[in-house]
């Protein structure tokens, strides 16, 4: 029992040290290529400038970024969740199952209900309109 136990640790510990060491290891490996003339070493003002969300570097204060980015995203994750969680529930259930075939499919139908009333109040709010008639 305590062999089992002290195995299932040994694994987490072997996965934590490759997720450091791969990591680790390919930066110092790029690192090191410089001093070989692999990669090439050119620093300038621009490219050690911080670059973020696709506006450009060269202002002196970074430009306003639209929200309904933000929100067509957090939609988008929001309704993909729910095809993440329908396709596991298709593959091990399905529709005609004999052992769950009722219980599973009313509990599908009930998040699809209340998924559906969430795309609807989106809907209805203009959440999904781009241009607003504000």
Not at 16 to 43: D, E, H, N
Not at 50 to 77: C, K, Q, T
């Amino acid at each position: 029992m305590f062999e089992d136990y002290f195995r299932q640790y040994a694994l987490l510990i072997i996965f934590a040290a490759a997720a450091v060491t791969v990591p680790i290891g390919m930066l110092m490996m790029s690192y090191m290529a410089q001093f070989v003339k692999i990669r090439p070493f050119r620093p300038t003002a621009v490219k050690e400038s911080a670059y973020e969300g696709g506006m450009p570097p060269f202002s002196d204060r970074p430009a306003r970024f639209n929200f309904r980015y933000y929100n067509y995203a957090i939609l988008f994750v929001i309704f993909d969740v729910e095809t993440v969680f329908l396709f596991p529930w298709a593959v091990k259930y399905g529709v005609m199952s004999s052992q769950f075939g009722f219980a599973a499919l009313t509990a599908v139908l009930i998040f699809l209900l209340i998924v559906t009333f969430a795309y609807g109040y989106a809907w209805r709010k203009g959440a999904l309109e781009w241009v607003t008639n504000e």
